[in-house]
């Protein structure tokens, strides 16, 4: 990663520990609780249906955060869950939260002679990706995850996929679903699900619809005015989400994707 990446992460780890460092920064601890109970049950479905997981399954978490998904691995039914980030703040307090569990420190978009060889039967990659903002970096860190997982174990990843376009953000890149899907093909990952992770609460960057985006807009107005009207707007809308997600198709907003890898890649 850039330098200006890991100074804004770990910027952003110091001076709070809560989900609000990985969310959406404005929106309130309370909606943003909300937003990670709709990753939680759409990352659930997914993987206990195209993930194997056991006493023996030994998985890596990049780009752990607050650690949020090193938990969510465990509920699953993982045997060894390891997490990893960039930022040495992070790195540090998630060492601290957990003692039991192994946490390094580690550059995806690095020098993959850094990293084990087929170590994992699974690696999550959750809400980071798009974070990488140069397009080589981004290159190494898919052929990077493929070097992580075994032949035959499984990616589970969240990424925007936009359907005919690139949108550079000052703190993220929304990439196409055809670069992205020809990264990780390349690298030797053949795709198994798509399921969209958000509907109605996250940003419509793969929609052009003005409703949408009139919803959207209307909503964090609210929610960024009181955490109190975060926590109503986020109770109110969740269920809906919730239905939502298992209804589309595509999704306007992020997707959760399970790839397996199955080939040794370029």
């Not at 691995?73 to 993982?78: D, I």
């Not at 986020?234 to 209804?247: D, K, S, Y």
Request: proline residues 4%; glycine residues 8%; contains cysteine.
């Amino acid at each position: 990663m850039a330098a200006r990446e890991v100074s804004y992460w770990d910027e952003r780890h110091a001076a709070d520990d809560s989900l609000d460092t990985v969310g959406w920064a404005g929106l309130g601890h309370a909606f943003n609780a909300w937003m990670y109970a709709v990753r939680r049950a759409v990352v659930r479905r997914a993987v206990r249906a195209h993930v194997p997981l056991g006493a023996t399954t030994r998985v890596l978490d990049v780009g752990s955060g607050t650690g949020f998904y090193l938990d969510l691995w465990r509920e699953l039914g993982a045997g060894q869950v390891e997490g990893s980030d960039y930022s040495a703040v992070a790195v540090e307090r998630l060492r601290r939260a957990r003692p039991g569990t192994e946490i390094h420190q580690l550059d995806l978009a690095g020098d993959p002679a850094a990293l084990p060889a087929d170590a994992y039967d699974a690696v999550s990659a959750m809400d980071m990706l798009f974070h990488i903002m140069d397009p080589d970096a981004y290159a190494r860190a898919i052929a990077n995850l493929a070097r992580l997982v075994r032949l035959g174990g499984h990616l589970v990843m969240t990424e925007n996929l936009l359907a005919d376009r690139v949108e550079s953000g000052p703190a993220q890149v929304s990439r196409s679903e055809e670069e992205i899907v020809g990264l990780l093909r390349a690298s030797g990952f053949e795709l198994v699900a798509w399921v969209p992770m958000f509907v109605l609460l996250n940003t419509p960057v793969d929609s052009r619809s003005r409703l949408l985006h009139g919803w959207w807009t209307l909503l964090t107005k609210v929610a960024s005015r009181h955490e109190l009207l975060g926590r109503i707007a986020g109770a109110a809308v969740c269920p809906l989400e919730l239905l939502a997600v298992r209804l589309a198709r595509r999704g306007p907003s992020t997707k959760l994707l399970v790839c397996r890898r199955t080939a040794g890649g370029r």
